[in-house]
Nanobody, 120 residues
Framework: VQLQASGGGLVQPGGSLILSCAAS????????MGWYRQAPGKQRELVAV???????NYADSVKGRFTIFRNNTRNTMYLQMHSLKPEDTGVYYC???????????????WGQGTLVTVSS
C-alpha cells in the first residue's frame, strides 16, 4: 500500500490550496483518512480526519477554513484550504487506516508529505 500526497506549494496569505492523497495497492477497505502537518521545530499535529461514513473532525485552528473530503471509489482524499495563514506553513502528511483483506487487522500507512508555505 502506498499513499501519495501532492498539491503543496507557495501561496500568499489569504490564498487557497488543495491537497490530494491517493492510496494505491491492495486495499480492501479504508476506515479513516487524515491530514497531519508539522511546522518547523514543532511536533506533528492533526489537521483533519474523515471516517468511512463521511463524518469529519478538524483542529480548532483550521475550522471554517479547511474542508476534508474523499472520493471513495478512487481511494483519494482531499484537503481544500482557504484563507491560509503563515502559521499554516508546514509539511502536510496524509494518513490512512485500512484493511488489506477481508477480516484483516486495521493497518496504518503514511504518505511522504507535501510542503505548504504561506508567505508574502
Amino acid at each position: 500500500v502506498q499513499l501519495q500526497a501532492s498539491g503543496g506549494g507557495l501561496v500568499q496569505p489569504g490564498g487557497s490550496l488543495i491537497l490530494s492523497c491517493a492510496a494505491s495497492g491492495t486495499i480492501f477497505s479504508i476506515t479513516a483518512m487524515g491530514w497531519y502537518r508539522q511546522a518547523p521545530g514543532k511536533q506533528r499535529e492533526l489537521v483533519a480526519v474523515i471516517l468511512s461514513g463521511g463524518s469529519t473532525n478538524y483542529a480548532d485552528s483550521v475550522k471554517g477554513r479547511f474542508t476534508i473530503f474523499r472520493n471513495n471509489t478512487r481511494n483519494t482524499m482531499y484537503l481544500q484550504m482557504h484563507s491560509l495563514k503563515p502559521e499554516d506553513t508546514g509539511v502536510y502528511y496524509c494518513d490512512a487506516e485500512l484493511r488489506t483483506r477481508y477480516g484483516g487487522s486495521i493497518e496504518n500507512y503514511w504518505g511522504q508529505g507535501t510542503l505548504v508555505t504561506v508567505s508574502s
